[in-house]
C-alpha cells in the first residue's frame, strides 16, 4: 500500500509540474483530520466546490494567495483515485482554480514521511509570508495549553457556521447572523458544512446548534448595542448548545430569540464543560433562561447582561467555581429566577439585579455569596432572607412594581371590560358570564383558545404583549399571577418535548406535585414554598395551534381558602374552542 501511495504521489507530482511553469513549486501535502471546505475562489463565501477529509491528498503552490480581506489561502490541485478530481469541467486536467483556506493549516500534514510541518516544507520550496499563515502557538483558557490558534473573521451566518470548531478565534463583523437560515430542519437539507464536533439537533419548531468537545475556541463580535447579535428562530431551542467544551471565550456581542413572541427555549447552555469566559454579552428573551449550566466548573462572567427572560435569569446545577462580576440582571420573569442546585463556590460581585419578577434565589445543598450589588424593584420582597444566600454590602429596594394599575380596566358598552397596558398600548376584552360576577371570559382571537378571569383578584396588568400573544396579570400585592400564550404549530406535533421542558424547569420530576400528559394536552402542578403553581398546555382540535394557561398564589398546605375554588375554574376552563 505504501509503494501504491508513493508511486501515486509520484505521479501526480511529475503531472502538476509539467502543467505549469517552471518558476511555480509545488508541495504534496494530506488532510489528516479535520473535514476541509474546496472553494471556487479565495473567500469564504464562494462556492463550495467539494469538501475533502482525511486519507484525501492535493497539490498546494508553494505562494499563498492574498484575498481582498487579507485572509490568506493554498491554492490547490486534488488527486483521487487516478487522476485529479474534476473541480468543474474546464479544470478536469491540469492546475485547478480551487482554494483552502490557511486557517485550516492544523487539519494539513505533509505525506511523505519526514514529519515537516506546512511552514517548513513550504519554506523549503520558496513559500513567502508563510509565518502569517500558520501561527505561533497561543495560551487561551488552560494556561498549560498552547496550541496553534487561527483567526477566522466573519460578517454574516453562513461564514459563522462553518468557522464553528477548535482552536480559532472567530471574529465577528457587525450585523446580525441569522443562524436559523441555515438550519437544515427550516430550509430542508444540508445547507452548511460544519466542522466535526458541530451539528444540528431536531427540536419541536427547528433545528438547535450544538458544539459537543470543541476546545479554545473564541467567538468575538464588535460590540453589544448596533454590534454583533447572534439570533435564532425556533422558540424550542437554545441559540448554542456546548456540551462537554473547554476553554470557551465569548466576548462583545449579544444573542438571543428573534423579536416577538414566547419562547420555550434559553440563550446558551453548558453541559459537563469548564473553563468559560464570558464578557461583555447581552443574553436575552423570549428565551426562557439566559444561561442554562450543568456541571460546569471554571466559569468567569464579566461586564454582561441578561434581560427580558420569561422563566429565569439562570439555572445551575452541579459544578464549581462559578462566577458573575460586573453584570446586570433586569426585567426578568416569572418563576425562580436564579435557582442553584448543589454548586461549589459561586459568587454575585457589584451586580445590579432590577425590575424582575419570581423569587430572586432558589438554592439548595450550596451556598452562594453576594457582594457590593444592588437590588431594586424587584417582585420578591424577601431577597435580604434568601436561604442558603449570604449577602455582604449589599442594598436592597424591593417594592412590588407594575406596568399599570387597576384604573386601566374600562367597562364597554356591553358590560365588557377592557384592559389596557400603558406600556404597550395594547388592550383585550372580558365579556360577562351568565349569573357569574367573580368570572369574566377572555377568547383570543390569533389562536383560538379561551379562558374564565378572575379579574377581581387579578387587578394588575403586567403584560398585554403587542402581537395578540395573550396576557398576564397579577393579584395587588404582586403574590399571585396569572397567565395565557399561544402559538401556531406547522403540523400536529407531540406535548411530550414541551412537558420535558417544562418539567426541567422547575427541577425534574420530584419537584412535581402532580402531572398528567396525553396525546393533545398535559398538566403540571408543583410547590415554591407555599406558592403553588398550575400550568396547563393543550393543542388545537385542528392541530394547528397550541395554548398555556398558568396560575400561581400562595396555597399552603393544609389550608382551605375560598379563593383556590375560584382559581381552580379558571385554571380547568382553559381550552380551545370546539369545531
Not at 435557582?339 to 463556590?345: A, F, H
Request: include cysteine; hydrophobic fraction near 35%.
Amino acid at each position: 500500500m505504501r509503494r501504491f501511495i508513493l508511486f501515486f504521489s509520484l505521479a501526480i507530482l511529475a503531472l502538476a509540474v509539467s502543467c505549469a511553469s517552471a518558476e511555480v513549486n509545488y508541495t504534496y501535502l494530506s488532510i489528516t483530520g479535520t473535514d476541509v471546505n474546496v472553494r471556487a475562489e479565495a473567500k469564504l463565501g464562494s462556492k463550495v466546490l467539494t469538501q475533502v477529509g482525511p486519507g484525501y491528498m492535493f497539490i498546494a503552490e508553494a505562494q499563498t494567495v492574498t484575498a481582498a480581506d487579507g485572509s490568506k489561502w493554498y491554492k490547490i490541485v486534488m488527486s483521487v483515485g487516478n487522476g485529479y478530481t474534476p473541480l468543474n469541467e474546464d479544470e478536469r486536467f491540469g492546475v485547478a482554480q480551487a482554494y483552502i483556506s490557511a486557517s485550516f493549516a492544523h487539519a494539513m500534514q505533509v505525506a511523505d514521511n519526514e514529519g515537516k510541518t506546512i511552514a517548513e516544507i513550504l519554506a523549503r520550496t520558496a513559500a513567502k509570508n508563510i509565518a502569517q499563515d500558520v501561527q505561533e502557538p497561543q495560551k487561551i483558557g488552560n494556561p498549560g495549553a498552547a496550541v496553534a490558534i487561527n483567526t477566522i473573521k466573519v460578517s454574516n451566518a453562513y461564514d459563522f457556521l462553518e468557522a464553528l470548531g477548535s482552536n480559532r478565534v472567530i471574529e465577528m463583523e457587525s450585523g446580525e447572523y441569522n443562524l436559523s437560515e441555515w438550519d437544515p430542519y427550516l430550509v430542508g437539507g444540508s445547507t452548511v458544512i460544519l466542522a466535526e464536533g458541530v451539528s444540528w439537533s431536531e427540536k419541536y419548531d427547528g433545528g438547535e446548534l450544538t458544539l459537543k468537545g470543541i476546545k479554545n475556541l473564541t467567538i468575538r463580535g464588535s460590540g453589544e448595542g448596533r454590534g454583533s447579535e447572534i439570533v435564532v428562530e425556533p422558540r424550542y431551542s437554545f441559540v448554542m448548545k456546548f456540551i462537554e467544551c473547554s476553554d470557551i471565550v465569548m466576548e462583545a456581542f449579544e444573542a438571543g430569540h428573534s423579536k416577538g413572541g414566547y419562547c420555550d427555549g434559553g440563550v446558551f447552555g453548558f453541559e459537563n464543560s469548564s473553563r468559560i469566559t464570558i464578557s461583555y454579552l447581552g443574553m436575552y428573551g423570549c428565551g426562557t433562561v439566559g444561561l442554562e449550566l450543568s456541571n460546569v466548573s471554571d466559569m468567569n462572567v464579566v461586564n454582561s447582561r441578561i434581560f427580558e427572560c420569561t422563566y429565569h435569569i439562570m439555572t445551575v446545577n452541579g459544578g464549581k467555581n462559578i462566577t458573575f462580576r460586573n453584570c446586570s440582571f433586569y426585567d426578568n420573569q416569572e418563576f425562580t429566577l436564579i435557582s442553584v442546585n448543589g454548586t461549589g463556590n459561586m459568587s454575585f460581585t457589584n451586580c445590579k439585579f432590577n425590575n424582575n419578577r419570581g423569587e430572586m434565589f432558589a438554592v439548595r445543598k450550596t451556598t452562594v455569596t453576594v457582594s457590593n450589588s444592588t437590588f431594586s424593584g424587584n417582585s420578591d420582597p424577601n431577597i435580604r432572607h434568601s436561604n442558603n444566600v449570604t449577602f455582604t454590602d449589599c442594598a436592597f429596594n424591593e417594592a412590588n412594581v407594575s406596568r399599570s394599575e387597576s384604573e386601566s380596566y374600562t367597562y364597554g358598552e356591553y358590560g365588557e371590560i377592557t384592559l389596557k397596558d400603558n406600556t404597550t398600548d395594547m388592550t383585550v376584552n372580558l365579556y360577562p358570564i351568565p349569573d357569574r360576577e367573580d368570572l369574566r371570559f377572555y377568547g383570543n382571537q390569533r389562536f383560538g383558545y379561551g379562558v374564565r378571569v378572575a379579574y377581581k383578584f387579578f387587578t394588575k396588568i403586567v403584560l398585554i404583549p403587542d402581537n395578540g400573544d395573550g396576557m398576564i396579570l397579577e393579584s395587588n400585592d404582586g403574590k399571585a399571577r396569572f397567565r395565557v400564550t399561544g402559538g401556531f404549530l406547522a403540523d400536529k406535533g407531540e406535548t411530550s418535548e414541551s412537558f420535558d421542558r417544562a418539567l426541567k424547569a422547575i427541577g425534574g420530576e420530584g419537584k412535581a406535585s402532580y402531572y398528567e400528559i396525553r396525546s393533545n394536552y398535559w398538566e403540571l402542578y408543583w410547590r415554591v414554598g407555599d406558592t403553588l403553581h398550575m400550568r396547563k398546555f393543550t393543542i388545537s382540535p385542528e392541530g394547528d395551534a397550541w395554548g398555556e394557561c398558568e396560575i400561581y398564589s400562595e396555597r399552603p398546605e393544609y389550608e382551605v381558602n375560598p379563593l383556590d375554588k375560584l382559581l381552580d375554574e379558571s385554571f380547568e376552563s382553559f381550552e380551545f374552542a370546539v369545531g
